[in-house]
């Protein structure tokens, strides 16, 4: 029902930067809730940043100043600009909306498959 395509993760040096993109389609009615999360090794899941419609945001505070959240509503499709990259920001990073779907029902979240994000010297 919900598609992603989620680009630009990879290995970055420490102090580099990348930027994260993921295009929603399908059977969408409507795009609330767009996020990115990441999960490194040995952790669990956590939010990165998220942002309403409306351009609203949340950042966690390891990420504040760093990262930059983003989002194109007309194309469903959130970004996530990252500079000054840290070794600890090495994580599987997963795009996360909250929509709904045309005979699914009520609003649900969908994932992403995740991308690999590896900064390293």
């Known amino acids: 029902q919900v598609q992603f395509v989620e680009s630009g993760g990879g290995l970055v040096q420490p102090g580099g930067s990348l930027r994260l993109s993921c295009a929603v389609s399908?059977?969408?009615?409507?795009?609330?809730?767009m996020g990115w999360y990441r999960q490194g090794p040995g952790s669990q899941r956590e939010l990165v940043a998220d942002i309403t419609p409306d351009g609203d945001t949340t950042y966690a505070d390891s990420v504040k100043g760093r990262f930059t959240i983003s989002r194109d509503n007309a194309k469903n499709t959130v970004y996530l600009q990252m500079n000054s990259l840290r070794p600890e920001d090495t994580a599987v990073y997963y795009c996360k909306t909250y929509a709904a779907v045309y005979g699914g029902g009520g609003a649900r979240d969908y994932w992403g498959q995740g991308t690999q994000v590896t900064v390293s010297s």
């Open positions: 399908g059977w969408i009615r409507s795009i609330y809730v």
